[in-house]
């Protein structure tokens, strides 16, 4: 199955449901429990585009080496920025770079870090989900150490290439060797939970449906 189509169908896959087939194929720690979307309604689906950051007090890195344009020349449309940044709380990303990275058409950005210029950003249109959204910059307090190689956020590892799931639930990291598998298993739930409305709806007791349909 291709790329595109293994996106198409986790993009229509709530990460609630998504966690639940995580559960199934015993990969369960791939939730990242304290990113946010920093505005509502923010989601995307890409494969993981993966940057390392360093950090440090005002004055600690020379501006230089803050490099937001380098994240965004390494990811391709349809792609996923994944920031570890260790929390820190200083802004790796803020409006401009929102408006660059949607203007070239990546998925969306995920920093376990702080971003800022929030307003910019909805007005951008383009997806951030972060730990902290401060208005402090990053620049000489940040430097980018590595990009493409592996990266933990948030507790959780990603790998280049891996599946970035992120709506107003939460995020989370679909590796790729069991992707497919996933996705199968979260459009059984799916059409599950869909059953499951349509009878409480026509009258059945919330127990019963729980009973009857277990991913609810």
């Avoid at 790329?3 to 791939?30: K, M």
């Avoid at 995307?44 to 993966?50: E, M, R, Y």
């Avoid at 497919?180 to 599950?192: D, G, I, Q, R, S």
Wanted: charge should be negative; include cysteine; charged fraction near 25%.
């Amino acid at each position: 199955m291709t790329e595109t189509r293994i996106g198409e169908r986790l993009g229509a896959i709530a990460t609630s449901t998504l966690a639940n087939a995580l559960d199934r194929v015993r990969r369960p720690y791939q939730i990242m429990t304290g990113l946010k979307p920093i505005a509502p309604g923010f989601r995307f689906v890409g494969t993981a585009v993966t940057v390392r950051e360093e950090s440090g007090p005002f004055e600690t890195f020379d501006g230089s080496e803050f490099r937001v344009g380098a994240m965004i020349d390494a990811a391709e449309p349809g792609q996923a920025i994944v920031v570890s940044a260790g929390g820190a709380p200083y802004s790796t990303w803020g409006g401009m770079a929102s408006l660059a990275a949607a203007v070239k058409g990546i998925a969306g950005i995920v920093v376990d870090g702080g971003v800022r210029d929030r307003d910019e950003t909805v007005e951008a249109g383009f997806p951030v989900f972060a730990r902290h959204l401060v208005p402090t910059t990053g620049r000489t307090r940040l430097r980018v150490a590595a990009i493409g190689d592996p990266v933990t956020v948030d507790g959780v590892l990603v790998n280049p290439g891996d599946w970035i799931v992120a709506d107003d639930t939460g995020v989370l990291a679909i590796p790729v060797d069991c992707a497919l598998e996933v996705v199968e298993m979260a459009e059984k739930f799916t059409k599950e939970d869909a059953e499951a409305a349509t009878a409480i709806r026509a009258g059945m007791p919330f127990s019963e449906a729980m009973r009857r349909y277990g991913n609810i």
